[in-house]
């Protein structure tokens, strides 16, 4: 099956603990990106790579940090959780040059 | 959501009736994508348009750049219809990212 695939689907943590959060794409695509979706429903992008480059970092707290090994994998760290970070995390991938871009399940991450 | 502005924010359909969705934007939108958010959570492909038109089964959609909107068209609603549909933006310079509506929820009835 070719797809994104985002793990874990769901994570509760602490406020002040690190996480990390994977995301593997196998559409072979050179384009992946991090969302994230809040309790309104509002999707915004973080982070754009192009094959294993930062091509795009929206304005998000230093504490959020992407992690690329390959093209197909970019996961994403964020250091001391607070409290609105409580959000669906979506992983994507692009084919290179083209914007119709290809969702993982995301990952509902709560902060309590 | 200002760059994109999708209308209406939510709406109840009977089963077997047709509505449309429509996107405006004041951004230079180059490319324009529609989602489907089922109730898991799941973003779902439903259309990658340049401008022009491209139809799939019970549903159309047209992208307009020099009036700069977008239509999704629902012909014969069906329960499994129902979620937020978004739709989302490229402007040619901005980097391959997207820019997305603030969606529309649709509800199907029997």
């Known amino acids: 099956e070719t797809a994104v695939f985002q793990t874990p689907n769901y994570h509760v943590t602490q406020v002040g603990n690190e996480v990390s959060f994977n995301c593997k794409q196998t559409?072979?695509?050179?384009?992946m990106y991090w969302y994230k979706q809040d309790s309104k429903k509002l999707l915004k992008i973080m982070f754009s790579y192009n094959n294993k480059q930062l091509i795009v970092n929206e304005t998000v707290p230093r504490r959020f940090s992407p992690q690329s090994s390959d093209k197909a994998h970019l996961n994403l760290r964020i250091k001391s959780v607070e409290p609105e970070d409580s959000a669906v995390y979506l992983c994507?991938?692009?084919?290179?040059?083209?914007?119709?871009?290809?969702f993982g399940k995301g990952t509902r991450l709560t902060v309590v | 959501g200002d760059k994109v502005k999708q209308s209406p924010s939510a709406l109840s359909l009977q089963e077997g009736t047709n509505s449309a969705l429509r996107c405006n934007f004041s951004?230079?939108?180059?490319?324009v994508q529609w989602f489907l958010q089922n109730p898991r959570g799941s973003l779902i492909n439903l259309f990658y348009?340049?401008?022009g038109t491209k139809e799939n089964g019970r549903l159309k959609s047209t992208f307009n750049s020099k009036e700069s909107y977008s239509t999704l068209h629902i012909r014969d609603a069906q329960l499994e219809d129902s979620g937020t549909y978004f739709c989302?933006?490229?402007?040619?310079?901005?980097?391959?990212?997207?820019?997305f509506g603030t969606g529309t929820s649709l509800l199907v009835d029997p």
């Open positions: 951004i230079a939108a180059t490319t």
């Open positions: 559409l072979g695509h050179d384009t």
């Open positions: 989302a933006a490229e402007a040619g310079n901005m980097g391959y990212k997207l820019t």
């Open positions: 994507a991938s692009a084919k290179i040059g083209t914007t119709e871009v290809f």
């Open positions: 348009l340049v401008p």
